[in-house]
Every structure is written in C-alpha cells, then in structure tokens.
T-cell receptor, first 114, second 108 residues
Framework: EPEVTQTPSHQVTQMGQEVILRCVPI?????FYWYRQILGQKVEFLVS????????KSEIFDDQFSVERPDGSNFTLKIRSTKLEDSAMYFC????????????FGEGSRLTVL | KNEVEQSPQNLTAQEGEFITINCSYS?????LHWLQQHPGGGIVSLFM???GKKKHGRLIATINIQEKHSSLHITASHPRDSAVYIC??????????FGTGTRLQVFP
C-alpha cells in the first residue's frame, strides 16, 4: 500500500538552528500539507501546497517557516531559526484531491528544541 | 469556543461494547474527517464524509449537515481499538480544523 514517508523520525536541535523536515508524499498525489502537534495538544494546520506554491497557511506559519518541493518528490518544511516553542510532532500529509480527497499521513517527525 | 468539539474527551470500555464518539462543529464544511492516532503518534485516516453514512468493518461514521454533527461508532470493540480518535473538518479552504480528540481505552 502506498504511504507517506517522513524523515527524520526524531531530531534534537539547539535553539536558533535551522531544521529541515522531509516528506515523500504518495506519488500521484497533488496536494501536500504540514501539520504540527505540540505535546498534549491538538493537531494544528500549518500549510497546504499545490502546484508548486502555498495555497493556504495558518497564522503559525510565519516568516521562520518555509516549504518547497525541490525535486518533484520530496516536500520539505524548513524552520529557519528554531525556538523552544517549535518543539512538536510535525506531520506531513498528501491527498489526490482537495476537499473531498482522503488524507494520507506520514508517521511524523518529532522535533525537540533545546 | 473551539470550532470543532468532541465528546467525550476520555472513554473507557470493556471488550465487546458498542462505542460512540461525537463531534460537533460550528463552521460550514466541505468534508469531515475521522482520524485515528496510535499511541506512538502516527495518524491514520478512517473516514472522510460530506453526507450520510459510511461503514468500514466494525466502524461506522455518520454526519448530519443540518445539525453540524457527526458520530463515529465502533461495534464489538476490541483492545486494539484503543487510540485517540480525532474529528477534523475542512471548510471552503484546504485548512483542516481539528478537534481535541477522544482517548479510547478498551479493556479485555
């Protein structure tokens, strides 16, 4: 069964460092998403991406965050200068269609900022 | 007030019991998702609904668009159903709004 894969599964970094989280969506999917879940809290939408550009972003997704799909397969989330409050589980997801398309999630990347 | 409310927050059941988890939302939606989050953190999509009812194995999901309410039912519950069940809605954009989840524990 096709799946969304994420790397790394866990990353520990120092405050102020740049972090890149990588995702390989399902190959025929067109819509890509990043979500985050701070420990003990609900999942939150960060950003959606379609046709090589951001289609929607939340207020959390400020200038410290960026996404790109550099090679047509990987979908990356970059955090330029990490803060303690960026510590969370980050989930990538993809779908074939917007709105009514089933979402497929990766296993998540746990980011710990010290 | 949260745009997506789930009840109960925690649920304990004996194996074999019928379980219902409820979700109410306050925004217009194009679709509602029921998700399962395993103890390890991974998220699996169970259902995506825009109307009516869907069934998959022992799981049934219903939605009432007029009442802005959805339910997830588990028949003949089993300890392996223990997980957090999350309701999430998608409005007119592709931003998914999540509920806080219902933690289910099924004991043998």
């Amino acid at each position: 069964e096709p799946e969304v894969t994420q790397t790394p599964s866990h990353q520990v970094t120092q405050m102020g460092q740049e972090v890149i989280l990588r995702c390989v969506p399902i190959s025929n999917h067109l819509y890509f998403y990043w979500y985050r879940q701070i420990l003990g809290q609900k999942v939150e939408f960060l950003v959606s991406f379609y046709n090589n550009e951001i289609s929607e972003k939340s207020e959390i997704f400020d200038d410290q965050f960026s996404v790109e799909r550099p090679d047509g397969s990987n979908f990356t989330l970059k955090i330029r200068s990490t803060k303690l409050e960026d510590s969370a589980m980050y989930f990538c997801a993809s779908s074939e269609a917007i709105g009514t398309g089933e979402l497929f999630f990766g296993e998540g990347s746990r980011l710990t900022v010290l | 007030k949260n745009e997506v409310e789930q009840s109960p927050q925690n649920l304990t059941a004996q194996e074999g019991e019928f379980i219902t988890i409820n979700c109410s939302y306050s925004v217009g939606i194009s679709a509602l998702h029921w998700l399962q989050q395993h103890p390890g953190g991974g998220i699996v999509s169970l259902f995506m609904l825009s109307s009516g009812k869907k069934k998959h194995g022992r799981l049934i999901a219903t939605i009432n668009i007029q009442e802005k309410h959805s339910s997830l039912h588990i028949t003949a519950s089993h300890p392996r159903d223990s997980a957090v069940y999350i309701c999430a809605v998608m409005g007119n954009t592709d931003k998914l709004i999540f509920g806080t989840g219902t933690r289910l524990q099924v004991f043998p």
